[in-house]
């Protein structure tokens, strides 16, 4: 279902312009090392959601407007943002990078932001972005670095705070982290789960796809649409997920790289792409995944 169109450009060459659904995720964030028994880390935040498609966006807020292609030659260029991994210190991670999407005539029409990463002992605070970093835990004396990062209003969620020395879970696009797991995810069907599958984005969970979902953390589990396996597992790519937390040696685990899709009617679109975005059609409409950087003419 197409939300409601932004006007932004005029048609030529006999066609109109269309309207345009889009999911827009960012990288999420790095969660930190677990430096030893005292003290347990935080785990990264989800990078930034925004769609117009579907009843709700990111942080739980209204959906976007649907953007409208002016059917005039207009270059939209869709920037995908990468994932937080292991940081300067070698124990901190780091956050997630923006997603964007720009227009050649009408400049930046949507972008999000990175997710914060996990805080680790003696560092202050975590990280804030679309979504926020969890806390890190300290059995021996509260500090700055119990402060959970920040998550925007319309992009996700705060990270988790601490219980006892408990290192907080990664916000999510979907709910706030919390001492126990990370925030969910938020479902966003804007491709069926069988070619969301296909092109191994977000993560099926029945018949929904998630996306966004916070880092889990040392002791407690994730939210849907987070870093599945281990505590020592990095988030699947193109999923926008924050990372767990990590207690090797000089490791912390990746977030999951953002990832953009554009939805539109078949009978608007060009197939003038590069990057390679993968293409697909339900119904009447054609559905474009990237999972790297690239452009659309309308």
Same mark, same amino acid.
């Given at each position: 279902? !197409? +939300? ?17 659904d !889009? ?7 790095g ?14 935040g989800a990078? $930034? ?8 966006? +990111?942080g ?22 990468? %994932?937080?991994?292991?940081?300067? /210190? ?5 956050? =997630? ?7 050649s005539?009408?400049g930046t ?8 990463r996990?805080?680790?002992?003696s ?5 804030s ?7 890190s ?9 119990l402060?959970p ?10 990270? +988790? ?6 290192? @907080?879970?990664?916000?999510?696009? @979907? %709910?706030?982290?919390? &001492?126990?797991?990370?925030? #969910? =995810?938020? %479902? ?13 984005? $977000?993560?099926?969970?029945?018949s929904?796809? !998630?996306?966004c ?12 649409? @987070?870093?599945?396996?281990?505590v ?6 193109? &999923?926008?997920?924050? #990372?767990?937390?990590? /207690? ?5 685990n990746? $977030?999951?790289s ?8 078949? %009978? =608007? ?14 119904g #009447?409409?054609?559905?474009?995944? !990237?999972? #790297?950087s ?5």
């Amino acid at each position: 279902m !197409f +939300g409601q169109s932004i006007p932004l450009g005029f048609a030529g060459g006999g066609r109109s312009p269309y309207s345009v659904d !889009f999911l827009l995720v960012a990288g999420g964030g790095g969660g930190s090392r677990v430096i030893n028994s005292g003290f347990n880390a935080g785990a990264g935040g989800a990078g $930034g959601l925004k769609t117009s498609y579907g009843s709700v966006s +990111g942080g739980q807020s209204t959906p976007k407007s649907a953007l409208s292609f002016g059917a005039d030659g207009s270059t939209y260029t869709i920037t995908i943002g990468g %994932a937080g991994g292991l940081g300067s /210190s070698g124990n901190v991670g780091s956050s =997630g990078s923006a997603s964007s999407i720009v227009s050649s005539t009408a400049g930046t029409l949507h972008s999000v932001s990175g997710g914060g990463r996990g805080s680790r002992q003696s560092q202050a605070g975590a990280g804030s972005g679309g979504s926020g970093g969890g806390a890190s835990g300290y059995s021996g004396q509260p500090g700055s670095y119990l402060t959970p990062g920040s998550g925007i209003a319309d992009e996700g969620h705060n990270g +988790g705070t601490t219980v006892s020395y408990s290192g @907080g879970g990664g916000g999510g696009a @979907g %709910a706030a982290g919390n &001492s126990l797991h990370g925030g #969910s =995810g938020l %479902a966003v069907n804007i491709l069926n789960t069988t070619n969301t599958a296909n092109a191994s984005i $977000g993560e099926v969970s029945g018949s929904d796809t !998630f996306y966004c979902g916070g880092g889990r953390t040392a002791n407690g589990g994730r939210g849907v649409g @987070g870093t599945s396996g281990s505590v020592n597992s990095s988030a699947s790519p193109n &999923s926008g997920a924050g #990372s767990a937390t990590s /207690s090797g040696y000089n490791q912390s685990n990746s $977030g999951g790289s953002g990832v953009v899709v554009l939805r539109m009617p078949t %009978a =608007g679109y060009t197939g003038v792409t590069t990057g390679s975005p993968r293409v697909y059609t339900e119904g #009447s409409d054609t559905i474009l995944v !990237f999972k #790297s950087s690239g452009t659309y003419v309308d």
